[in-house]
């Protein structure tokens, strides 16, 4: 379905951003916990989107824009194959840009970077909802 650009204009959030957002969090989760779940949480001013795992091997939050990491090998080759029914693109364009997207894009959307944090056993990303003009 395409949005009118009006439509598209007045979005809280970039429907791009939170979908790279989901296929990243179900892509590089920890899928080891045993029991856990990727979760997201809608709020007035912010979406949570939580994904089980801390951050593998030597992959610290500032840089994870700049390197990549693969947890779930046959998972990304499946999902660079298959295409997803709203764009026709694949679900994973290419390797290693995602959370720079997410970042870059985000922050053009809201004008708020969105937040990468890490909270036990979980990777915490907050999408921040454009502000009513």
Do not use: C
């Not at 194959?81 to 840009?97: A, D, H, M, N, P």
């Amino acid at each position: 379905m395409q949005r009118s650009d009006s439509t598209a204009a007045a979005a809280q959030y970039d429907v791009d951003v939170v979908d790279e957002a989901i296929v990243n969090a179900v892509a590089h989760r920890d899928y080891a916990i045993s029991g856990s779940k990727v979760r997201l949480f809608l709020f007035a001013d912010r979406l949570e989107l939580y994904s089980p795992g801390k951050l593998p091997n030597t992959i610290t939050l500032d840089d994870m824009p700049y390197r990549t990491f693969t947890r779930n090998q046959l998972l990304v080759n499946f999902l660079s194959r298959i295409r997803s029914k709203r764009t026709g693109q694949v679900f994973l364009e290419s390797r290693g840009e995602g959370v720079r997207k997410i970042l870059d894009a985000g922050a053009a959307h809201s004008g708020r970077r969105p937040e990468y944090a890490l909270f036990g056993d979980e990777l915490r990303l907050t999408l921040w909802a454009r502000a009513h003009r």
